[in-house]
């Protein structure tokens, strides 16, 4: 046995020990880090192992296809699973790295170097898919202008509307524009009573996509940051679950699916955070 096997073994009892937790998915992080930096062979079949562990499923596929040996029978069995998961999966899914206060103010500065407006209810769309990037860029069909940033998600008009810019979104002039909004103000917690606030969360932040209709979260009275995408395995490498299910919104039978779901699988959770208290919301639908 390698020295990368041994420590891949020891990362992975404590990544089951703690359930998924927090500092084991830091340190399996630093140990992909690790090992992409080395080309040595038994190297990078340990590091399909870590990729597929932390749902990295293109990129454990795409490894294993490079380094594996056809020959082998294990071998083709499990590139035909990686391959279904790559395909249907990609990287989309991946447990996220629990981020640092650095890693959080580097984001911060990059949001700032491309441009982007300050979203309070919606803090990182980039990160979220909300926006995409384009190298060529696109034109916004609000100002006309060419951007390199354009909104994805879902935006509800009479009229059709392929592209919009985050400058647009943000001063609210494609919603007074198209007649529109980016939240359906029916599909709100209760408990906001600013109209304000709801004046922004429809008209002036980016939405999300969700199986059903989208749904907003509320808390001390306010909207709270929508964050992204997540199942069980994501809530709890961001060490939220147990907050997640203190909510009086979900009954027990609910919390057990909470603690079930699996992100881009049938029942899909959406994260919220609370930004005066910083509690941690979630809402679900099925597909």
Not at 177 to 182: C, H, I, M, P
Not at 198 to 223: K, N, V
């Amino acid at each position: 046995m390698t020295e990368y096997q041994k420590t891949y073994i020891e990362l992975k009892k404590q990544f089951s020990a703690t359930d998924g937790g927090p500092d084991s998915v830091r340190a399996l992080y630093a140990f992909k880090e690790e090992l992409e930096q080395t080309e040595d062979r038994q190297a990078k079949e340990v590091l399909v192992d870590v990729y597929d562990l932390l749902d990295f499923k293109k990129d454990a596929y795409e490894l294993l296809c490079q380094i594996g040996k056809r020959s082998d029978k294990k071998t083709l069995k499990r590139l035909g699973v990686l391959k279904d998961y790559a395909e249907s999966w990609g990287n989309h899914y991946v447990i996220p790295k629990p981020k640092t206060p650095e890693e959080k103010q580097k984001e911060k500065e990059r949001r700032a170097q491309l441009g982007l407006p300050t979203f309070r209810y919606h803090p990182d769309p980039l990160e979220t898919g909300a926006f995409e990037e384009s190298a060529d860029g696109v034109v916004c069909d609000c100002c006309g202008k060419t951007t390199r940033i354009f909104y994805t998600n879902p935006f509800f008009s009479v009229e059709e509307v392929a592209y919009l810019c985050p400058a647009c979104i943000a001063s609210g002039e494609a919603a007074r524009k198209y007649d529109g909004s980016f939240q359906d103000d029916y599909s709100v917690d209760d408990g906001v009573d600013d109209p304000e606030k709801l004046d922004e969360l429809i008209h002036r932040t980016p939405g999300y996509s969700g199986w059903q209709q989208e749904y907003w979260r509320a808390h001390c009275g306010d909207y709270c940051a929508y964050l992204g995408h997540v199942g069980a395995r994501e809530l709890r490498a961001l060490g939220v679950l147990e907050g997640v299910l203190d909510d009086t919104m979900w009954d027990e039978e609910q919390k057990e699916l909470i603690q079930e779901s699996v992100n881009g699988g049938h029942l899909q959770c959406y994260l919220f955070q609370c930004l005066h208290c910083g509690k941690h919301l979630v809402w679900m639908d099925f597909d």
